[in-house]
């Protein structure tokens, strides 16, 4: 067995997640921001969450409903015996009340017991109910193997919380395989796509969404991408989800509207938005992801930091998260022949080709927020443009394709094992192995890159292969319709199973209900697959 086995994991949550589960959330018509006026001890009803989770080192995430200090006790056991405590921020309006507490010194390749107590600020012996929940740290020894799931896209196309559904169900199912961890290849949020009651489903019957103030029109004001970010903690599946894995969480363009870059100006012929200035509106989107996800580069309340980085998972695994959307050129036709900033800017490229180059571990997982070879494009507004990487032109590489063509020649040349590409955006699933014999530019190694997702939005028909790096599509499952409820499936996530023993990777691609649609092998040690 290469995964670790935790048996005492499943009571754990059973009796950790009753004390969540116990906790009243705020109405949802009125989830805006807490009182300062309330009686009795603070309450912690959004939950517990854990981001960027290492061999020895965690972060805990909690909002409270007013004014409070956050307080973190750890402990081997469900016990809490021998507990260590943990002094966190005071959580206030200038972060939404949110707040997150960084753990340090943890044991390798152990469960980890938390829980938060919120206190008093001005009487310290007063804390609300205890939140508990459970996460592993990644093991320092080759021999446990790894196991994560991914996946994107969350409440789009006006699909919301159903309760009539279940919610956001698709977690029942990832939670049920017991990951490591969770990886978010972004679109947490549609902050462009308003949430209606309800919508007419093509046989006639009607999809029900919970709804809330923040999500009856577009995200302009940093309350209302707060008010997103909060709309997705009002589904009880996901906020179980959050208190048994660990997440790793990137973002994309429905964070603050569909195919935004930096610079854009929005057409005043779009009356949904009195902001015209596209980078005010992710300056607000930014604040508020940071606020409302446990991110070790970008802390809670600050303005600075950044989104991309490397997550050490041990001597098998480095994850490598990209930001593919805040330092990109202007979409356009793409069809450039010099681009030096491409879609991940200059300083981000030379970062990830530092990193990859240093990393020993055996696999290099690239979480990229958008696909490849795979053409995705821009219509907003009525412009013909490219949105992502590929631009449909088969032969040499041109635009944004230029730097991926570089990274590319670069592993190969430095020898770089290992390397397998994750994604969503599309709302399909699909594997595509990019082939140097197929392909207009030559000069790289053959690799994989999987696509999953949604997690809750709507499904749309396979997206159109670019052949400059050689994409040959082995699998895809994806609706002939565009925008496909969650209530007619193609609802999907990946996971990614490392065997301990061998070093193998084997990648299957999941249905909402978690059934295997697809799985690949990989073997270990090699430049190209």
């Not at 559904?165 to 902050?191: E, H, K, R, V, W």
């Not at 103030?213 to 991408?225: G, H, N, R, W």
């Not at 989800?241 to 854009?264: C, L």
């Not at 530092?354 to 907003?380: C, F, H, Q, Y």
Request: charged share 20%.
């Amino acid at each position: 067995m290469s995964h670790r086995p935790f048996p005492g994991r499943r009571s754990v949550l059973r009796g950790s997640l009753v004390a969540s589960a116990a906790l009243t959330l705020p109405a949802a018509a009125g989830a805006a921001a807490p009182a300062f006026a309330l009686s009795g001890r603070p309450e912690a009803g959004w939950g517990v969450q854990t981001g960027d989770v290492t061999a020895h080192s965690g972060l805990v995430w909690v909002r409270s409903d007013r004014p409070a200090r956050m307080i973190v006790e750890t402990s081997a056991t469900e016990s809490f015996r021998n507990a260590r405590r943990w002094q966190g921020p005071l959580l206030g309006a200038g972060t939404d009340f949110t707040g997150t507490t960084r753990l340090h010194g943890l044991p390798a390749g152990e469960q980890i017991h938390y829980r938060v107590l919120l206190a008093d600020p001005d009487d310290p012996r007063r804390t609300g109910e205890a939140v508990t929940g459970t996460f592993r740290t990644a093991s320092a020894g080759r021999r446990d193997g790894v196991r994560f799931l991914w996946s994107g896209d969350l409440a789009g196309q006006g699909w919301g919380i159903n309760p009539d559904f279940g919610g956001y169900t698709i977690y029942q199912a990832m939670a049920a395989l017991d990951p490591d961890f969770f990886l978010c290849s972004g679109d947490n949020i549609y902050a462009d796509g308003p949430i209606p009651a309800t919508a007419t489903l093509p046989d006639g019957s009607v999809w029900r969404n919970v709804t809330t103030e923040e999500k009856a029109k577009v995200a302009e004001t940093l309350a209302e991408f707060r008010g997103n970010f909060r709309y997705n903690l009002l589904d009880d599946n996901l906020r179980r989800f959050n208190a048994q894995v660990p997440s790793i969480i990137q973002w994309d363009d429905h964070e603050v509207r569909n195919n935004w870059y930096p610079g854009e100006v929005i057409a005043s012929t779009d009356t949904r938005y009195t902001e015209k200035s596209v980078d005010v509106l992710a300056a607000r989107a930014r604040r508020a992801f940071g606020e409302y996800f446990p991110i070790s580069t970008l802390p809670t309340g600050q303005r600075d930091g950044r989104v991309y980085r490397v997550l050490r998972q041990g001597p098998l695994l480095d994850v490598f998260v990209l930001d593919m959307r805040t330092y990109r050129n202007a979409n356009s036709a793409d069809d450039q022949t010099v681009d030096p900033q491409g879609i991940l800017g200059r300083e981000q490229l030379e970062w990830l080709k530092r990193e990859l180059a240093r990393s020993r571990a055996v696999w290099k997982v690239i979480a990229s927020d958008m696909p490849l070879g795979l053409v995705v494009p821009d219509t907003t507004e009525g412009r013909a443009n490219i949105e992502a990487v590929a631009q449909g032109d088969p032969g040499a590489p041109l635009g944004r394709e230029l730097q991926i063509a570089e990274l590319l020649r670069y592993i190969k040349h430095r020898r770089i094992t290992g390397t397998v590409w994750l994604t969503a955006d599309v709302h399909h699933t699909s594997a595509q192995h990019y082939q140097p014999s197929r392909a207009a530019f030559t000069d790289f190694e053959p690799f994989w890159e999987f696509v999953s997702g949604p997690l809750n939005a709507g499904a749309f028909p396979a997206s159109a292969l670019d052949n400059t790096f050689g994409p040959e599509r082995v699998f895809v499952k994806a609706p002939t319709a565009s925008n496909v409820s969650p209530a007619g499936g193609y609802q999907f996530f990946g996971e990614v199973d490392i065997d301990g023993d061998s070093g193998e990777l084997t990648v299957r691609l999941r249905e909402q209900d978690g059934t295997v649609l697809f799985t690949r092998v990989l073997q270990p040690g090699r430049v190209g697959q």
